[in-house]
């Protein structure tokens, strides 16, 4: 089906008119036969897209380059009309969502954490640059790795943790790695984020409505709560309610098996750098 599809495309420039007197909505596929590995990276970033409520049009544009053309069978992703305004969820209603704590960056946090339904649930748990929550955390699950950890498989910046010795330099999530950007809208903040948070607010362990967590001023008087969530490895929960792990957006460089996260308790907070296998929390960040 997928390669009449492509077929029908190649021969058809109007093959919308076909889908539209058949009451299809769109149509998203490439002109010609593509390669595997590139197709996969289109509609997960695609799909991810569009359950974070953006329509086909906006899904389509956000679709990383190298999903958008195959360089070596010359195959181009195609959305048929290009302007089409399909969504699968309804927008997020931003009001109450987001909150402006005075930062230099202008950054907005989000009020709750990926998958959360209130500021004092902990939401789900995320293995670094993975987008769904799983049953079971530690290497033999992870996405981007063959089995262990140092064997990756993408964000690896040195050859002796990478599988038969692959780099590819990424050091920041990509979109379609994101649990922010899929879940939630937004992002995942960088370490330099996370720090700015902690460098331009005050900071006090406290208990919401029952919850153990520690929060954030703001110098304009608002306020950010982060539930102490703990952390998931294997199948067991440990430290919820005693410690918050939330994880940034950047790789270690020199360490590249570890990602930069956000830890705190009731003495301390600060970076750290854990391993990517880990189910942490995620917060989201956008732009005012």
């Known amino acids: 089906m997928f390669a009449i599809s492509c077929s029908l495309l190649e021969a058809n420039s109007n093959l919308w008119n076909?889908?539209?007197?058949?009451?299809?909505?769109?149509?998203?596929?490439?002109?010609?036969?593509?390669?595997?590995e590139v197709g996969s990276l289109a509609l997960s970033s695609f799909m991810n897209y569009m359950c974070n409520g953006k329509t086909?049009?906006?899904?389509?544009?956000?679709?990383?380059?190298?999903?958008?053309?195959?360089?070596?069978?010359?195959?181009?992703?195609?959305?048929?009309?290009?302007?089409?305004?399909?969504?699968?969820?309804?927008?997020?209603?931003?009001?109450?969502?987001?909150?402006?704590?005075g930062l230099p960056s202008g950054l907005l946090w989000a009020t709750r954490n990926v998958g959360a339904t209130?500021?004092?649930?902990?939401?789900?748990?995320f293995a670094w640059g993975e987008t769904s929550p799983k049953s079971v955390y530690d290497w033999s699950t992870y996405r981007y790795c063959n089995g262990d950890y140092d064997q990756l498989t993408k964000y690896c910046s040195l050859s002796s943790y990478g599988y038969y010795g692959f780099t590819d330099?990424?050091?920041?999530?990509?979109?379609?790695?994101?649990?922010?950007?899929?879940?939630?809208?937004?992002?995942t903040p960088?370490?330099?984020?996370?720090?700015?948070?902690?460098d331009h607010t005050t900071s006090?362990?406290?208990?919401?409505?029952?919850?153990?967590?520690?929060?954030?001023?703001?110098?304009n008087g608002n306020?950010?709560?982060?539930?102490?969530?703990?952390?998931?490895?294997?199948?067991?929960?440990?430290?919820?309610?005693?410690r918050g792990y939330y994880w940034s957006s950047s790789l270690d460089t020199g360490y590249p098996d570890v990602a930069w996260d956000f830890y705190f308790g009731s003495d301390n907070l600060?970076?750290?750098?854990e391993g990517r296998g880990y189910g942490f929390t995620v917060r989201a960040v956008r732009q005012n």
């Open 18 to 36: 076909i889908l539209r007197k058949n009451n299809l909505g769109c149509f998203l596929g490439y002109d010609r036969p593509v390669r595997a």
């Open 56 to 101: 086909a049009s906006e899904a389509y544009q956000s679709v990383p380059l190298s999903g958008l053309h195959d360089n070596f069978t010359g195959a181009n992703l195609v959305l048929c009309p290009e302007d089409c305004a399909i969504t699968l969820v309804e927008r997020p209603d931003d009001e109450g969502d987001w909150v402006d704590l």
């Open 118 to 125: 209130s500021p004092e649930d902990y939401g789900d748990y």
């Open 169 to 187: 330099n990424l050091t920041i999530l990509q979109p379609s790695d994101d649990a922010a950007t899929a879940n939630y809208g937004g992002r």
């Open 190 to 198: 960088t370490e330099e984020e996370w720090r700015e948070l902690m």
């Open 204 to 219: 006090q362990w406290t208990t919401q409505n029952g919850v153990n967590g520690c929060r954030f001023t703001g110098s």
């Open 223 to 242: 306020s950010l709560f982060l539930p102490a969530a703990g952390v998931r490895w294997y199948s067991s929960l440990y430290y919820d309610g005693i």
């Open 270 to 273: 600060g970076m750290g750098g």
